[in-house]
Nanobody
Framework: QVQLVESGGGSVQPGSSLRLSCAAS????????MAWFRQTPGKEREFVAL????????LYSDSVKGRFTISKDGPNHTAYLHLNALKTEDTAIYYC???????????????WGQGTQVTVAS
């Protein structure tokens, strides 16, 4: 079974940038959808962005549109989330996930990484 491992989180100041990586232990099939979600304590896991693996079509939540970019490296089975113009409200644990539906619902994804912490503070 393919496993996902996130990396790249850290503590930064507002306005900074980070790049999160999600490396798959095996092949990501072309029919897959890769997504990023985030969660803060006491809140539901929130959709951030997704990318269709075969076409590269992307979708973003309104809260990150224009600031975050999701991308993929097919040959290396890795998805990325580029976080720009970070705000304090972006502080969360970021998870990547693999599914087969073009969906913003976490229930549509069946493989999850362990998460990587992003903290944005002055």
């Amino acid at each position: 079974q393919v496993q996902l491992v996130e990396s790249g989180g850290g503590s930064v100041q507002p306005g900074s940038s980070l790049r999160l990586s999600c490396a798959a232990s095996g092949r990501i099939y072309s029919s897959s959808v890769m997504a990023w979600f985030r969660q803060t304590p006491g809140k539901e896991r929130e959709f951030v962005a997704l990318i269709r693996w075969n076409s590269g079509i992307t979708l973003y939540s309104d809260s990150v549109k224009g600031r975050f970019t999701i991308s993929k490296d097919g040959p290396n089975h890795t998805a990325y989330l580029h976080l720009n113009a970070l705000k304090t409200e972006d502080t969360a644990i970021y998870y990547c996930a693999r599914g087969s539906q073009y969906s913003t619902s976490q229930s549509s994804y069946y493989t999850w990484g362990q998460g990587t912490q992003v903290t944005v503070a002055s």
